[in-house]
């Protein structure tokens, strides 16, 4: 399923959180992410009026040099919402 945000943004599964704050990444999207046993995620929040409205994931690897290309719509999204 898409979203209105942007045509390459994708809804790739619902997380359920268990008792411990625990989630799982389903199979198929740990596949296509490349994410492997021991890979570090790094988790990047937006803030709207003091709560949390946005979560992202990715890999720790990927920080340095990406952060603008690959957040930068998802940046810009929300300073139009």
């Known amino acids: 399923m898409s979203c209105s945000c942007?045509?390459?943004c994708?809804?790739?599964a619902?997380?359920?959180v268990d008792e411990?704050?625990?989630m799982v990444l389903p199979?198929?999207?740990r596949e296509k992410a490349g994410i492997r046993?021991?890979?570090k995620l790094a988790l990047i929040s937006w803030e709207r009026d003091g709560s949390i409205c946005c979560l992202a994931l990715m890999k720790a690897?990927?920080?340095s040099g990406m952060v603008k290309d690959v957040l930068g719509?998802?940046?810009d999204f929300q300073d139009r919402g």
Do not use: A, C, F
Request: proline share 8%.
């Open 6 to 8: 942007n045509p390459g």
């Open 37 to 39: 046993t021991g890979d």
């Open 10 to 12: 994708r809804v790739e």
């Open 73 to 75: 719509p998802l940046m």
């Open 20 to 22: 411990r704050g625990q």
């Open 14 to 16: 619902v997380l359920s």
């Open 27 to 29: 199979k198929d999207v």
């Open 61 to 63: 690897d990927n920080l």
